[in-house]
């Protein structure tokens, strides 16, 4: 679903054919979808493109959980946004890779490139910043669930509050970093969307899911649901859709394209 953008089309037409190229955009990668998944719809770096906008961007993956090195903050080929995957991995568990991705983050979130952090990406962000990461206290959260926004802001309003968004973890943000502001919270996750500063925003939820892959997952993890007593018949027959999260990406999207002075909101 395509989100209008009227209020700022002009000023991004206008940058647009001032650049000699495509902006860079940076996905680090930090695990990939279960291999039965990856062989009907693909992978995490894919379904971000297809949402963000597959020609709007010059995209670039980085595998950090394979070893890919992250860029120098200071390479003269800057990225315009920087987006940060989720994964199988548990933050908890603190691999090495995973501690060098949260340095980098923190020193280009300093820097204030626009960044967005996906449920792993999205608690790695927070412990980057000084957040506390750890399993949920109500334990694993897998289907459609509805989302309550607390606060309006450039990704997300107030209007969207209610709509259903798609979620697979078990570990959360815990304690989020000095100064982050909650924008919106989910059965059993009161830091389901966080905004760490002017340009820097962590999601618990995954926006890049359709409804056919929340299935998927669903039947992926059927056992690993049965044996945690929880009824993966009864999830499946809840997903829905949720356009929340195309909206929320082509939003992001745009925050990138603009001048920081433009993303801002106005008064």
């Known amino acids: 679903m395509d989100v209008p953008m009227a209020r700022h089309e002009p000023a ?3 940058i647009m054919k001032r650049m000699s190229d495509t902006p860079l ?3 680090i990668k930090t695990g990939s979808a279960p291999e039965s998944i990856r062989r009907q719809h693909g992978d995490f770096d894919a379904w971000f493109r297809r949402a963000l906008g597959p020609d709007w961007f010059r995209y670039r993956t980085i595998q950090v959980d394979r070893g890919e090195v992250l860029p120098d903050p200071d390479h003269p080929d800057a990225p315009a946004g ?3 995957t989720g994964s199988p991995a548990m933050l908890s568990s603190r691999p090495a890779w995973s501690e060098r991705a949260a340095r980098w983050l923190a020193e280009m979130h300093v820097r204030r490139f626009p960044i967005l952090g996906v449920c792993y990406g ?3 962000l927070a412990y980057a910043l000084g957040g506390g990461v750890g399993p949920n206290p109500n334990g694993r959260r897998m289907g459609s669930f509805p989302i309550s926004l607390l ?3 450039d990704l997300v309003t107030l209007a969207d509050d209610g709509q259903s968004v798609q979620v697979t973890h078990s570990e959360v943000v815990l304690d989020p970093p000095p100064d982050a502001q909650i924008l919106a919270e989910t059965p059993g996750d009161p830091h389901h969307m966080l905004k760490f500063g002017p340009r820097s925003w962590g999601v618990q939820f995954h926006p890049e ?5 929340m299935r998927a997952y669903i039947r992926e993890r059927r056992q690993l649901l049965i044996d945690e007593g ?12 949720a356009p929340l999260g195309a ?10 394209l603009l001048p920081e002075r433009l993303a801002e909101p106005q008064a």
């Open 82 to 84: 920087i987006l940060v």
């Open 122 to 124: 999205h608690q790695l």
């Open 25 to 27: 955009f940076l996905i």
């Open 230 to 241: 929880q009824d993966p018949e009864r999830l499946l027959g809840r997903v829905q859709a």
């Open 12 to 14: 991004i037409l206008t």
């Open 151 to 153: 606060a309006s802001d």
């Open 209 to 213: 899911f359709d409804p056919e892959i």
């Open 247 to 256: 909206s929320l990406l082509q939003r992001f999207a745009r925050t990138c």
